[in-house]
């Protein structure tokens, strides 16, 4: 049995850790803690030999098919299908869990978008805080829900070929409208931009490519099977596609729209913030995506500045002219 709760939320912490393909080790796990403590203010900081036990009490008490990887230099689970049957979750994490599904729920197509309804029923079912009434729950809503259609029974098929690592055969129209047939191997599946995206194997041209799910007209499974390939995960960053990531960029914000650039930045520790006596602001980014930081200077309108990357500047320039030259 786990001995207190703070042992059980160590416990699931380290399973999620497992499930995720992080490949936790003692050390990487007790960072993680202490990063935990900072940002839901609980005390989780443990030892190495607190960290050894919890996992001797995973694999001796719930026959957690647990192993070491030395490549990686962490542990890994020798098979997705063991479950950590954890007791009650406490207030916090019900929150967390059922703000997740909310928003999870808001930007997937059904089915999945019901089975993620009913999950979050019978979580409540089980686990009731009082925090959480049915108002609380219904108010919920994520502002980037999908843009655009997807037929339900043509992401169940997406889904479930990736989730089983199934091939899958689908007729494709994309932006020009040309159709074509394709056998897919669906590595990655993607919520970029308001929309779905399934990174895949394409057996047709024999190369990697991106499909938008809601493009696809038609998606059936076959009996073959491909194996996972941590490869495709590269240059993701967020986006399903491979686009130029630009390094070390410093943005200047005028004193008008400084207010929510800050609050937009503020949740990310990886930027700099630096407030000017004007009301200005000075962010660098450590790495953004060219297209976006484009797309965004632009659509600021005169409000923020490029301060470094005198290429990118001129780019910027030249397409701010071309728009001007639009309204002549």
């Known amino acids: 049995m786990v001995a207190n709760n703070k042992q059980l939320m160590r416990l699931v912490k380290f ?96 089915p999945l978008s019901s089975q993620i309804s009913e999950a979050i029923d019978e979580l409540l079912t ?54 074509s047939e394709r056998r897919i191997d669906p590595h990655v599946l993607s919520y970029y931009n308001k929309a779905w995206y399934v990174k895949a194997y394409c057996h047709l041209k024999e190369s990697i490519r991106t499909f938008a799910v809601h493009r696809i007209m038609h998606a059936e499974l076959t009996e073959y099977t491909y194996e996972f390939d941590e490869k495709m995960l590269e240059g993701i960053n967020g986006s399903p596609f491979n686009l130029d990531i630009i390094k070390d960029v410093k943005l200047w914000c005028t004193a008008e729209i400084s207010t929510y650039i800050v609050e937009k930045a503020a949740a990310d520790r990886t930027l700099s913030i630096e407030h000017n006596n004007d009301g200005s602001v000075i962010i660098t980014y450590p790495t953004i995506f060219k297209h976006d930081l484009i797309r965004w200077l632009l659509a600021e309108g005169g409000n923020m500045k490029l301060l470094t990357h005198p290429s990118l500047q001129a780019e910027v320039k030249n397409k701010a002219l071309e728009i001007a030259k639009l309204y002549r």
């Open 15 to 110: 399973v999620a850790e497992l499930k995720k393909n992080n490949y936790p080790n003692c050390t990487s796990f007790i960072e993680k803690l202490k990063n935990v403590d900072i940002d839901e203010n609980i005390y989780l900081s443990c030892s190495v030999k607190t960290i050894q036990r919890d996992i001797k009490a995973l694999k001796e008490i719930h026959k957690a098919p647990i192993d070491f990887d030395h490549e990686r230099n962490g542990y890994y689970l020798k098979h997705h299908g063991w479950s950590f049957e954890a007791p009650v979750y406490s207030e916090n994490d019900m929150t967390s869990l059922i703000i997740a599904s909310k928003l999870a729920e808001s930007i997937t197509p059904n």
């Open 126 to 179: 089980s686990n009731n805080p009082e925090i959480l009434d049915t108002a609380t729950i219904d108010s919920i809503v994520a502002s980037s829900a999908l843009n655009v259609k997807i037929k339900a029974h043509i992401f169940k098929i997406v889904f479930g070929a990736w989730k089983q690592n199934r091939t899958i055969n689908i007729r494709y129209s994309n932006a020009d409208g040309e159709i």
